[in-house]
């Protein structure tokens, strides 16, 4: 499957690598800096709090949302405000049970161990975690076929907090053991705000009200996109002699690259624009609407689509993708009566049978 990442994109979720770094710097390093998710921050609270009264290693964390929303930030809190030892491993570097066994086995007390995308672990690796979630026992197995023989070995207590995107991919053994499940939520545009209100005062930025909201208007209710259209805001009033970003400034950097007022960037609108120009706002099929933007059909569905559909301006119906109204009016293209009828009684259509596109 083609992730965002493949794609370069200002708008795109996941964190590419030379990033990392920046973003380390940015990162809130406690609970009371990190904005926004404030159910997922009372419970985590509870939770650490009471595992320091009780002076026994916090349960198990599970965190689960979409790329860019404070994950990883959220397991290195954990670690600081545990006052304990941080281990970071992901599922895709847990392809044989003894990489793990051998993480498991050099853990000291009280360490938190961080698997990021825990989804993605091998089976006999996810098999191997379920005895050491719950007994802190796991057998390491020596030797092969009819002479092997399993020895156990006893770990000291720890607290696994894993993190995944895909909440559903995780088999129910596995999400059961985790003592609490912390889920994020795209997060307000005001909550964004002060997510770049923070980072600007880090990066030493001179920005008004206006200028903070426009910003975050952009950034796909993500704070990762958020940090990094702040960078090119700054770029941008770094070579025009900006001294105070403002609304106007923000809005004009923005535009250049072409990050527009709703977060849609070059190949979300030409997406809605082929649909509605070429084919008066649909339905018509993926692969035609994908041939249509010169795009891959893949791309298209796993890049474009998802956001333009959580922001209710495409719809996916059995006969074929559909323009909504707002779809039209953020083009400002006047829309049809034909399109009107067509597109609500797709509708109609969809919402008798809404589990078939529920799905990403
Ligand atoms: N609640 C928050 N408050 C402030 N900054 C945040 C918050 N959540 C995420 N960020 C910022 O967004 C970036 C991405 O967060 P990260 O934890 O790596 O997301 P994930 O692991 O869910 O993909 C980080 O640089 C972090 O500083
Ligand atoms: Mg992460």
Request: zero cysteines; proline letters at 4%.
């Amino acid at each position: 499957m083609a992730s965002d990442a493949d794609r370069e994109s200002l708008v795109s979720a996941a964190g590419e690598a030379e990033e990392r770094a920046i973003e380390s710097a940015l990162r809130p390093k406690n609970l009371s800096d990190f904005v926004g998710q404030a159910r997922v921050r009372q419970q985590l609270s509870l939770v650490l709090e009471a595992s320091r009264i009780r002076e026994r290693t916090a349960d198990h964390v599970l965190l689960s949302g979409p790329p860019g929303l404070g994950k990883t930030t959220l397991a290195m809190i954990i670690a600081a405000e545990m006052n304990a030892p941080l281990r970071i491993s992901s599922g895709p570097a847990i392809q044989h049970a003894g990489d793990l066994a051998a993480i498991l086995s050099s853990l000291t007390e009280g360490e938190i161990l961080f698997l990021d995308e825990i989804h993605r672990m091998s089976r006999p690796a996810e098999e191997m975690l379920y005895m050491a979630m719950e007994d802190f026992r796991v057998d390491i197995i020596v030797g092969k076929g009819a002479g092997a023989t399993a020895i156990p070995l006893d770990l000291p207590p720890f607290t696994l907090v894993g993190a995944t995107t895909r909440a559903g991919l995780l088999p129910g053994p596995l999400r059961d053991r985790f003592g609490f499940t912390g889920h994020l939520e795209f997060y307000s545009t005001q909550e964004l705000e002060l997510v770049l209100r923070r980072s600007a005062m880090l990066l030493d930025l001179k920005i008004n009200s206006a200028g903070f909201a426009e910003i975050a208007g952009r950034s796909r209710g993500t704070p990762r996109i958020a940090n990094r259209l702040l960078r090119r805001v700054r770029d941008w009033a770094l070579v025009h002699g900006v001294e105070e970003i403002d609304a106007r400034t923000a809005a004009a950097a923005l535009d250049m690259y072409e990050v527009d007022a709703r977060g849609l960037d070059r190949l979300d609108r030409s997406v809605l624009s082929a649909l509605i120009t070429k084919f008066g706002g649909g339905p018509v099929g993926l692969s035609t609407l994908a041939i249509a933007v010169g795009e891959e059909t893949e791309t298209v569905e796993t890049v474009a689509e998802p956001y333009l559909v959580r922001e209710g301006l495409l719809g996916r119906t059995p006969r074929g993708r559909v323009a909504t109204a707002a779809a039209w009016a953020h083009l400002g293209i006047e829309m049809p009566e034909s399109a009107v009828r067509t597109g609500a009684d797709l509708f109609t259509v969809l919402a008798e049978d809404e589990t078939d596109f529920s799905d990403n």
